[in-house]
């Protein structure tokens, strides 16, 4: 795999507009065209921390990703997206976009696209000015209420969406989604060593610092735990 790693500091192209959340599809399009050769592509922020580094993409999501990824909202809709829509036929359609869903709606913290006519026609239309010019003090979440926004009117872009548990991809630590905390399907679960834990509002309140250096000294511990077997 090969990573690539966006520093947006020095630019900040949009920091007097209030639409640093879209820069990720900025990103996201500059990066295709960066590696015209790869296939898929996947969005980390910058507070997510990789638990199972040996863990090959290909056998735990790609290889698969049609069984693995469900296609609609009925096994979690915390935003009460209508469950069904019109014109929207997914038999033929393969799964082009891949995102799971925490307590307040749409996470994409971490998210996997491929490359296809179907991405490319997805990000214009989300990068669209009249998205983040129009509705950008409207939107407290930016870029993930667009996007939102997009999944609920637009069936094309429900065609090749699927959906993956937020612990398969994006676990979040105790202080996140705090309403939830008695709800374990949102939290970094030790014992069946989730795959990446995301510090999601650490900056908040909360270390994130502290919270990263953390779970990196866990995933230090867990990794040298299965020494055995390797010999």
């Not at 990103?27 to 921390?49: C, G, S, V």
């Not at 630590?173 to 008695?182: H, V």
């Amino acid at each position: 795999y090969e990573l690539a790693i966006k520093d947006t500091t020095l630019k900040r192209r949009y920091s007097h507009e209030w639409r640093e959340g879209w820069e990720k599809v900025d990103i996201l399009k500059q990066t295709m065209r960066e590696y015209p050769n790869a296939e898929w592509f996947w969005w980390l922020d910058l507070h997510t921390f990789i638990m199972e580094p040996e863990v090959s993409l290909e056998e735990y999501l790609f290889n698969n990703i049609e069984s693995k990824a469900y296609r609609n909202l009925e096994h979690l809709n915390p935003l009460r997206i209508p469950i069904d829509s019109p014109y929207v036929d997914i038999t033929n359609s393969p799964v082009d976009l891949v995102l799971a869903q925490d307590c307040g709606g749409f996470n994409l913290g971490s998210f996997f696209i491929r490359r296809s006519e179907w991405s490319d026609l997805l990000l214009d239309i989300w990068w669209d000015p009249a998205m983040y010019e129009q509705m950008h003090m409207q939107w407290e979440h930016k870029e993930q209420d667009a996007f939102e926004t997009l999944y609920m009117t637009q069936p094309w872009i429900r065609e090749r969406v699927g959906f993956v548990p937020l612990r398969a991809i994006n676990s979040f630590p105790p202080g996140a989604c705090s309403d939830k905390a008695d709800d374990p399907q949102y939290f970094y679960n030790e014992k069946d060593r989730d795959f990446v834990i995301n510090m999601a509002g650490c900056e908040w309140g909360r270390d994130c610092w502290g919270e990263m250096e953390n779970y990196k000294a866990l995933s230090k511990k867990l990794q040298e735990s299965r020494w055995w077997k390797f010999w």
